[in-house]
């Protein structure tokens, strides 16, 4: 009789020792996929802050074009390419969609519910769950404005008929008198205008929740 328990304890043991050691595997490839994870989120996140700062760079240095615009007068010097220039930066939308495809594979393959230390898990979840869904309605919300104010130009203005860009036939009075006169088109670009200056303000909150999510995957 001892010798059957002890050939079951010894069964028992085995089974035991052979759970805990599937269960340490499992858990080393676990850490293993995590750490692959947060190193290729991490790169998207440093492609995601330079892309930011390209953006604010962008729109602070096509600002001056809406002043351009929005102040240009009846007795202002027509200069096709200055007109050109300008109104190409104050009917384009700016920016982009950030990446979310690492983001999104971590949350599909559930990896991202793996990872133990609430701290980190949750810093990544907030940013892309809300600040990037809080960056990225002003964004859709440019495209958006940019696509109405299109609706006016094609209605209202003279296009190049050799265009390879939407340019204006500068040559026609009727399109500067439009330019003057057409207050629903003057708001939407006085609008545009204020919405790339949040678009500007967003980011640069961004960058900083960004920067502070590098940081705390580079302490994991």
Excluded: C
Excluded at 4 to 23: H, M, N, Q, R, T
Aim: aromatic share 10%; proline share 1%; no cysteine.
């Amino acid at each position: 009789m001892k010798k059957y328990l002890i050939e079951l304890l010894v069964i028992f043991v085995g089974i035991s020792a052979s759970f805990l050691v599937d269960e340490y595997r499992e858990d080393i490839e676990i850490g293993r996929q995590i750490r692959k994870s947060l190193h290729s989120l991490k790169a998207d996140l440093n492609s995601d802050v330079n892309n930011l700062k390209a953006l604010i760079a962008d729109i602070d240095s096509t600002d001056e074009h809406f002043s351009f615009i929005l102040n240009f007068s009846a007795t202002s010097p027509v200069d096709k390419i200055v007109l050109d220039k300008a109104w190409q930066a104050v009917t384009t939308p700016r920016g982009g969609k950030l990446n979310l495809s690492v983001y999104n594979a971590m949350e599909a393959s559930g990896i991202i519910y793996k990872i133990e230390d609430d701290s980190i898990r949750n810093e990544i979840l907030d940013l892309y769950q809300h600040r990037y869904e809080w960056y990225h309605h002003v964004i859709d919300y440019d495209l958006t404005h940019i696509q109405k104010m299109d609706d006016i130009i094609l209605k209202d203005f003279v296009l190049l008929t050799d265009n390879k860009s939407w340019n204006l036939d500068w040559s026609k009075d009727l399109n500067i008198d439009q330019m003057l006169s057409n207050h629903e088109l003057r708001n939407y670009i006085a609008a545009n205008r204020g919405t790339k200056n949040i678009m500007k303000n967003r980011a640069k909150r961004l960058i900083e929740r960004i920067e502070s999510v590098t940081q705390i995957i580079d302490k994991y």
